[in-house]
């Protein structure tokens, strides 16, 4: 799987937490409310950004295992401060050779964030017949959609959002990546295995005030949209209007996301 630096996933991770559905962890935690424990696996958990966002929505005893196979990540997520009634253990593995393992032993909840849209589709057919094999429930939250709104518009907008998505769809780690398709991929492939499926948008909402990640997304789309074969010109200049937009404070974006619970028929 290719890596992000703990840098990024600290500069995003207050937008994740604004964006994820308060609908969906409300449901997360009714649907776990009657357990006087909790075992709780979390893929690609990078620095614990997951636990940290829906552990205090789980007030009784939580032991997660958090699963990524970056070691520096993993030993920042096995650093962060914890409540009393939450334990963690740190797994590293590849999820993409020992995804099985890691969803041995009892579990009572599955999580992930922002690892759908990078999958392939094969790997996601694994995920979900792992999880029915064992009637697991599962959360996954941030699964990018393909949705992108840029203000004020750019005439290049159209041409970099489309390289984009088309990026978005290359090899991340575990074959041909689903990108945009992923949420509505997984929602179908779990109603196949006769789990119920609840889904919401979990979109960014990143005004002018936001500088630094507005520069850093602005960057990095550019970077993969002249990998995808847009000219290099016409990416840099783009990138260049944008970042006078971003100084004025007049830019402002959002990104598509969505989350999503689902669980066994019975267990709703």
């Known amino acids: 799987m290719s890596g992000f630096s703990a840098e990024w996933l600290t500069l995003r991770e207050p937008h994740d937490l604004r964006a994820r559905s308060g609908e969906i962890i409300s449901m997360v935690a009714a649907l776990l409310d009657t357990l006087p424990s909790l075992q709780i696996v979390d893929l690609a958990c990078g620095t614990g950004s997951t636990l940290r966002a829906l552990s205090p929505h789980l007030p009784v005893r939580q032991h997660w295992r958090l699963v990524d196979n970056d070691l520096g990540l ?12 939450v334990t963690i253990t740190a797994t590293p593995l590849d999820l993409n050779r020992d995804l099985e393992a890691a969803l041995d032993g009892p579990t009572d909840l599955v999580t992930t964030s922002a690892l759908l849209d ?34 004020p518009h750019d005439p290049a ?12 769809t290359i090899e991340k780690g575990f074959g041909p990546a689903l990108g945009p398709a992923a949420a509505k991929t997984a929602i179908a492939g779990f109603e196949r295995v006769d789990y119920t499926v609840t889904y919401r948008r979990s979109d960014w909402i990143i005004d002018s005030r936001y500088r630094d990640i507005q520069e850093a997304i602005f960057s990095g789309w550019a970077h993969a949209a002249g990998e995808i074969g847009l000219p290099l010109a016409e990416s840099a200049s783009w990138l260049a209007r944008r970042r006078e937009f971003i100084a004025v404070g ?11 619970l689902t669980a066994p028929i019975d267990k709703r």
Not at 118 to 144: C, G, K, Q
């Open 118 to 151: 990078l999958v392939s589709n094969a790997w996601l057919d694994r995920l979900i017949v792992e999880i029915a094999a064992r009637s697991m429930p599962f959360y996954a939250s941030l699964t990018y959609d393909g949705r992108i709104e840029i203000v």
């Open 74 to 85: 993993l030993g920042r997520a096995k650093a962060m401060p914890l409540a009393n009634h």
């Open 157 to 168: 907008d159209a041409a970099v959002i489309a390289a984009i998505n088309t990026h978005q």
């Open 250 to 260: 007049a830019s402002s974006l959002r990104v598509g996301h969505v989350d999503l």
